[in-house]
């Protein structure tokens, strides 16, 4: 895959400061020159600056500004520091510099995977919001969820399930998108 140096400071850039955090690409850059052509994708991981706790991981291909598709997940007050990431098949990484690849947290049943476009997070579930329905559309598959300060949008399609109805206790993770506040990965309190 073709390396879009310029892309990649955008996309690891625009995603740290928007939690007012240095991205750290240039030297993340420069470790992925000296492994070679197998780095497949970049990121960013936050996590708690004194456990090393994992909490929110991004990744995004080498070769394409992702800026459009970029979301964030509300922090509230959490302090965390940004650690680029990077996914290779090389054996060369283990020599590389102290950079972390990507973990796969996926499988880790206390992380949720949200996508927009090919923009990729990985969040931990402390993040996750409680609210209620307050009003759904069923023929515009759209809604809105009451919370104390305002109301969040969401579509069908972000929810873990199907049967969807006003006054329903739902979980739900608050994400900033280019639309604005949305709630995604809804899913039901029984």
Known sequence: ???????????????????GLKPKSEMLLNAINQIDDSVSSTGLLLRNPVTKKSLISCYCPLDSYYI???????????????VPTFSASSAKVNQSRNWKKHADLSHQKEYDIITNGQFTLTVHQQFRKRGIIARYNHKRKEGFIKRSHRDIYFKKQW?????????????????????GLQARKLAPIY
């Open 68 to 82: 459009n598709d970029m979301i964030w997940i509300l922090l509230g007050d959490i302090n965390v520091e940004a």
């Open 1 to 19: 895959m073709k390396i879009n140096k310029e892309a990649i400071m955008a996309n690891l850039g625009t995603f740290a400061h928007a939690y």
């Open 159 to 179: 929810c873990c399930f199907n049967h969807i109805e006003r006054l329903q206790e739902v979980t739900f993770y608050p994400i900033i998108s280019r639309s």
